[in-house]
Antibody, heavy 123, light 106 residues
Framework: QVTLRESGPALVKPTHTVTLTCAFA??????????VSWIRQPPGKALEWLAR???????KYSPFLRARLAISKDTSKMEVALTMTNVNPVDTGTYYC???????????????WGQGILVTVSS | SYELTQPPSVSVSPGQTASITCSGH??????VCWFQHRPGQSPVLVIY???RRPSGIPERFSGSSSGDTATLTISGTQALDEADYYC?????????FGGGTKLTVL
């Protein structure tokens, strides 16, 4: 059974750095074609893809947030982390950890989602 | 940057067919997924690779894509289908979501 669970601080001060952790089970991030993505949703707004880390440690980022994001994995712990620097109130939202499965070249699926974690940026 | 455009809202009567569109430049050349997002829950993949249904998704959900437009169709819409729906694709290595469509069943 595939599961993903996000953890991290619920409240972060502006200009600070936040790290979110995703603990996953039911699949291996060493299997070719497997990846984990982070996706967020600000209150009342649309889903936004942030970053992806692949089985071979390749990393992809949203071009809008590339300078502020870092994604990493610990395959032995079955965890993926997302670090965002210099947060501000517009970064408030629910952050989802999502298993991302490559079906074919250029064809990646967000097939299993965590429950999400609400992160509020406020002083 | 690549953009996907959806209508903000669609209304449908129970038992009728709902169609939600998603527009993007040459979208038919890319793979499109659709997600159902109910309030307080995590999004659920309902269509992938333009027109494929994951196991467990009812047959009333179908998808198509051609030219600049992809369409999610829900036949025999039920009250439990009321949710936000998002289309999604990849622009090279960047994930892109549409702005979402609120489906109201009334």
């Amino acid at each position: 059974q595939v599961t993903l669970r996000e953890s991290g601080p619920a409240l972060v001060k502006p200009t600070h750095t936040v790290t979110l952790t995703c603990a996953f089970a039911g699949f291996s991030l060493t299997t070719e074609g497997m990846s984990v993505s982070w996706i967020r949703q600000p209150p009342g707004k649309a889903l936004e893809w942030l970053a992806r880390i692949d089985w071979d440690d390749d990393k992809k980022y949203s071009p809008f947030l590339r300078a502020r994001l870092a994604i990493s994995k610990d395959t032995s712990k079955m965890e993926v982390a997302l670090t965002m620097t210099n947060v501000n109130p517009v970064d408030t939202g629910t952050y989802y950890c999502v298993r991302t499965h490559r079906k074919s070249l250029g064809n990646w699926l967000f097939d299993y989602w965590g429950q999400g974690i609400l992160v509020t940026v406020s002083s | 940057s690549y953009e996907l455009t959806q209508p903000p809202s669609v209304s449908v009567s129970p038992g009728q067919t709902a169609s939600i569109t998603c527009s993007g430049h040459n979208l038919g050349d890319k793979y499109v997924c659709w997600f159902q997002h109910r309030p307080g829950q995590s999004p659920v993949l309902v269509i992938y690779q333009d027109d494929r249904r994951p196991s467990g998704i009812p047959e009333r959900f179908s998808g198509s894509s051609s030219g600049d437009t992809a369409t999610l169709t829900i036949s025999g819409t039920q009250a439990l289908d009321e949710a936000d729906y998002y289309c999604q694709t990849w622009d090279s290595t960047t994930g892109v979501f549409g702005g979402g469509t609120k489906l109201t069943v009334l």
